[in-house]
């Protein structure tokens, strides 16, 4: 079990937007207001992205996570020629945090992914991570 690590915890964390941790990810999970969010976004309505972007994972409850494409089994809002999230301001929390994973969100528990390629970390807390723009 990867350490726990509370908002005040320091890690080693960066971003360079290589866009590596959208590509081979494991399930992102899109809540009720991401829903909501995204289908906004894209200009098209809530079940037409349910149907068409996500599809249903069994937890303690089903939920619903991102579909993925392709032979780098990309997200499949990942804009493949920009090299970019093509919902990036309303993307769900998993990709906001991460290379964070928010393990438990009402205590404020994380651990760090080891999926992350930045080559230029630094020392920060995991609050400064999260309010970072
Ligand atoms: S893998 Fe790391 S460096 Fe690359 S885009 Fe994701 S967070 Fe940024
Ligand atoms: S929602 Fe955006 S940031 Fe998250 S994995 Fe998909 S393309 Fe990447």
Redesign the pocket.
Known sequence: MPELLTLKSKVK??????????KYRGDIRVTIKNIFDISRYMKITPNEFIQNYTHEIKGQEPERALNCKGEFRECILYDTKRKLCSVNSVKPLQCVV??LFPEDVKNDYFYVID?????NKKEITVNEWLNRK
């Open positions: 964390l960066g971003c360079d937007m290589c866009d590596t941790c959208c991460f290379p999926q992350c390629k930045c080559k």
